[in-house]
């Protein structure tokens, strides 16, 4: 998919990150830590604390020219330290192109060629079933379910553990 990229995050990205991050839809397939509604300033925050990070652990997708969403990724600690997460999210409108798949396929050799890494995991709520479409096309696979783990608008849900391992 030539037309989408993962670059860092810039401050002109402020006004398109809103318009995508701003969604109820959006905002139930994440953490509550993640702002409800989605403002400019919120959008601000986001690309500075992004932009202090070298190299990058976070970045914009771009597709076609235009932001689609973001994907990222959070270094264990401790025991922990060859270990990794990845958060992603899509703008709605972007839904349906592909653009998730072929962003964690990037941002995954992304990880790999860092060579500090053997495991890459993913945390999906058990009622985004695309979300774990697309983890189980770049190979991940279920490892977990951590039954009720998750209260999410005044609802219990599962949380499905993806994993992704390279072990040489």
């Given at each position: 998919m030539n037309e989408l990229l993962l670059r860092p995050w810039q401050m002109s990205d402020a006004a398109s990150l809103v318009e995508i991050a701003n969604n109820p839809a959006i905002f139930q397939r994440v953490r509550d830590a993640f702002p409800s509604p989605y403002t400019h300033s919120d959008a601000v925050n986001w690309i500075s604390s992004a932009a202090k990070i070298k190299p990058p652990e976070s970045f914009a997708i771009e597709y076609q020219g235009q932001l689609a969403g973001t994907i990222g990724?959070?270094?264990?600690?401790?025991?922990?330290?060859?270990?990794?997460?990845?958060?992603?999210?899509?703008?709605?409108?972007?839904?349906?192109?592909?653009?998730?798949?072929?962003?964690?396929?990037?941002?995954?050799?992304?990880?790999?060629?860092?060579?500090?890494?053997?495991?890459?995991?993913?945390?999906?709520f058990s009622n985004n079933p695309a979300s774990e479409r697309v983890l189980q096309k770049n190979g991940f696979i279920l490892e977990s379910t951590r039954t009720k783990a998750v209260y999410k608008n005044h609802e219990l849900l599962d949380d499905h553990v993806w994993v992704k391992l390279n072990i040489p």
């Amino acid at each position: 998919m030539n037309e989408l990229l993962l670059r860092p995050w810039q401050m002109s990205d402020a006004a398109s990150l809103v318009e995508i991050a701003n969604n109820p839809a959006i905002f139930q397939r994440v953490r509550d830590a993640f702002p409800s509604p989605y403002t400019h300033s919120d959008a601000v925050n986001w690309i500075s604390s992004a932009a202090k990070i070298k190299p990058p652990e976070s970045f914009a997708i771009e597709y076609q020219g235009q932001l689609a969403g973001t994907i990222g990724y959070i270094p264990g600690t401790d025991v922990y330290i060859k270990t990794c997460e990845i958060g992603y999210f899509i703008g709605e409108r972007f839904w349906g192109k592909g653009i998730a798949t072929e962003s964690i396929r990037l941002l995954t050799e992304h990880i790999w060629s860092l060579q500090k890494y053997v495991r890459i995991h993913a945390f999906v709520f058990s009622n985004n079933p695309a979300s774990e479409r697309v983890l189980q096309k770049n190979g991940f696979i279920l490892e977990s379910t951590r039954t009720k783990a998750v209260y999410k608008n005044h609802e219990l849900l599962d949380d499905h553990v993806w994993v992704k391992l390279n072990i040489p």
